[in-house]
């Protein structure tokens, strides 16, 4: 191995030129056992990451004024900006308590990743007059939630 090291001063001296060095030649005698090497396995290729992105909505715009106990069809363009194919496992979760009546959770369209895909609730509006406001989130099969919220907000006309 060489090795160069180039020193320059301050002032008017010249730079000292870089001087050689050889590192020694390492030999193993036949007889002499070799370490062990530690090996390190590489983490698997098959791991894939969930990820949403809420792209616009396609149904029930923000502040629609809405009647009492109306049906509502809400439906949310994403892309899945992951790399996991959404299956049969992956659900869309309400995570607020909310004043809608509607399922909790609902399968999610199935979307490979990097494709399109529409997130879809069916509610119905409260009886009581006022704004409501609530909202989705993605969850893996391993109960893991992922991507952005994706909500509703209506407003219950008398």
């Given at each position: 191995?060489?090795?160069?090291?180039?020193?320059?001063?301050?002032?008017?001296?010249?730079?000292?030129?870089?001087?050689?060095?050889?590192?020694?030649a390492?030999?193993?005698?036949?007889s002499?056992?070799?370490p062990?090497?530690a090996?390190?396995?590489?983490?698997?290729t098959?791991?894939?990451?969930n990820?949403?992105?809420?792209v616009?909505?396609?149904t029930?715009?923000d502040?629609?004024?809405?009647a009492?106990?109306?049906?509502?069809?809400?439906?949310w363009?994403v892309?899945?900006s992951?790399?996991?194919?959404?299956?049969p496992?992956?659900?869309?979760?309400?995570?607020?308590?909310?004043?809608?009546?509607?399922?909790d959770?609902?399968?999610?369209?199935?979307?490979r990743?990097g494709e399109?895909a529409v997130?879809?609730?069916?509610?119905?509006?409260?009886?009581?007059?006022?704004?409501?406001?609530?909202?989705?989130?993605?969850?893996?099969?391993?109960?893991?939630?992922?991507?952005?919220?994706v909500?509703?907000?209506?407003?219950?006309?008398?």
């Amino acid at each position: 191995m060489l090795v160069a090291v180039a020193l320059t001063g301050c002032g008017s001296q010249p730079p000292i030129e870089p001087t050689p060095y050889l590192a020694p030649a390492v030999t193993v005698a036949p007889s002499q056992t070799q370490p062990a090497v530690a090996t390190v396995a590489a983490a698997p290729t098959d791991v894939c990451v969930n990820a949403a992105i809420f792209v616009e909505d396609l149904t029930v715009p923000d502040g629609m004024s809405v009647a009492p106990g109306e049906r509502l069809d809400k439906r949310w363009a994403v892309q899945n900006s992951g790399s996991c194919d959404w299956g049969p496992g992956y659900r869309l979760v309400q995570v607020d308590s909310g004043s809608l009546e509607g399922r909790d959770e609902s399968a999610l369209y199935p979307a490979r990743a990097g494709e399109d895909a529409v997130w879809q609730v069916e509610l119905i509006a409260p009886q009581e007059p006022g704004e409501y406001l609530a909202s989705w989130q993605a969850r893996a099969p391993n109960g893991e939630f992922f991507g952005e919220q994706v909500f509703v907000l209506i407003e219950v006309q008398r």
